[in-house]
């Protein structure tokens, strides 16, 4: 049985369309506080990241004995500023200003536990950059995305309407979309979940 720990429809969507079986469990977790936490220990995006995916992973696992539990996260930095998911249109608004015409970095981070015990992690990073876009169209692309804006680090989707926002991108798309797909599918192979 594989527990993803993760209420991101993109990771799950993901993992299916990949052929995983598996069922979704969110972990109550304070993110903003385990964040501000390490932002205080450390200026590393990719530990916080892998932190935070294992915090998930082993949070779930207490109530699935011998199940594998996969917990992820992902971090926007640009020049050693964290973002977060927008709270409000304002906020996107915002973030998509402070990213426009600079490069920034998502790291993506997946861990995999069973029993509360790490068994394996990656980590992959790809640098984004946005075009020097029209506020007329930074307008028009958050009236026409609406609410998805909301559900995504840096208030935009890559896979949809938020390509439009960039002039390049350096790096695997599935770490930006949350989730360093290929190598946990080799992981998942090597240990029996998948049919090598």
């Known amino acids: 049985m594989i527990v993803l720990a993760s209420g991101s429809a993109a990771r799950r969507v993901m993992l299916e369309a990949a052929g995983v079986s598996l069922t979704v469990e969110v972990a109550a977790l304070d993110e903003d506080s385990v964040k ?8 590393n995006p ?11 992973a082993v949070r779930v696992s207490a109530r699935h004995r011998g199940a594998l539990v996969i917990g992820a996260d992902q971090m926007l930095d640009q020049e050693g500023e964290w973002f977060d998911k927008p709270a409000d249109p304002a906020a996107a608004r915002a973030q998509l200003i402070r990213l426009r015409h600079r490069t920034h970095r998502l ?5 995999a536990v069973r029993d509360g015990r790490r068994l394996w992690y990656h980590t992959d990073s790809a640098l984004l950059t946005m075009r ?5 169209f930074l307008d028009g692309y958050l009236e026409t995305a609406g609410d998805a804006v909301l559900g995504a ?44």
Request: charged letters at 20%.
């Open 107 to 111: 790291t993506s981070a997946v861990v």
């Open 36 to 43: 501000q936490g390490l932002r205080q220990q450390t200026n």
């Open 132 to 136: 020097n876009f029209s506020d007329a």
């Open 153 to 196: 680090v840096g208030a935009y989707q890559l896979e949809g309407l938020g390509a439009q926002l960039f002039l390049s991108v350096d790096g695997d798309f599935f770490t930006i979309l949350g989730l360093p797909l290929l190598p946990l599918l080799d992981f998942l192979r090597e240990n029996g979940e998948l049919i090598p």
């Open 46 to 56: 990719a530990r916080a990241a892998e932190t935070l995916a294992e915090l998930k």
